[in-house]
């Protein structure tokens, strides 16, 4: 179900997964490059965040995944073996993941996280970066069993492109990501 989304220049979708008790809400995202001002990244989060506790204040799982364009660095609160940098919207995030309500997968170590960490490489620098991202609740965490980063193409979409008189395989510039959650209770 359709479940709400982000206003004026926010780039989110909620879909609200009923078939889970309690019900499981997805916030797909596609996150601000990194020029906008201070002040509409932190208006822009404002607002997403607000939904998230919503959810949460609801007794639902929720998940907030896709391209947050953030980089959240090292360390307790970022993703093991990433840069150190941190953005202001790697603020927000770590900020958030600091309540320890919220928990970033990609910082979840091997034990659940393979490929990684990074998920992006700038097809003009070849540098690797880790901008696509998997938030999960605290009640849903329990249920994270694995993701899996595509960083050596293996199950990647790719078209082909003529180069010369030869057709070459042309991939995104971000990796797949497969989330694996487990055992959810379902609704009867």
């Known amino acids: 179900v359709g479940a709400g989304e982000g206003i004026e220049d926010d780039e989110y979708l ?6 889970f008790k309690p019900a499981l809400s997805v916030i797909n995202c596609y996150g601000e490059q990194r020029k906008i001002k201070k002040e509409l990244v932190e208006e822009k989060w404002k607002r997403m965040r607000a939904e998230m506790e919503a959810i949460r ?15 959240v660095g090292t360390g ?3 993703v093991p ?15 958030l993941l600091a309540t320890r309500n919220w928990f970033l997968v990609n910082g979840l170590g091997p034990e659940v996280v393979t490929g ?4 992006r490489k700038d097809p003009a620098t070849g540098n690797l970066s880790c901008l696509d991202m998997f938030v999960v609740s605290r009640e849903l965490l329990p249920f994270v069993k694995k993701l899996q ?3 050596q193409r293996e199950m990647a979409v790719a078209r082909a492109v003529k180069m010369g008189q030869k057709y070459q395989s042309v991939y995104s510039d971000h990796f ?4 694996t959650l487990s055992d959810l209770p379902r609704e009867k």
């Open 76 to 78: 307790q609160l970022g």
């Open 149 to 151: 980063i595509d960083s």
């Open 14 to 19: 909620i879909t609200r997964v009923e078939c």
């Open 81 to 95: 073996g990433n840069h150190p940098e941190v953005s202001l919207g790697g603020r927000l995030l770590r900020d």
């Open 57 to 71: 204040a609801r007794g639902e799982f929720c998940l907030v995944t896709g391209d947050l364009n953030k980089l």
């Open 116 to 119: 990684g960490p990074y998920t």
């Open 176 to 179: 797949t990501c497969i989330l």
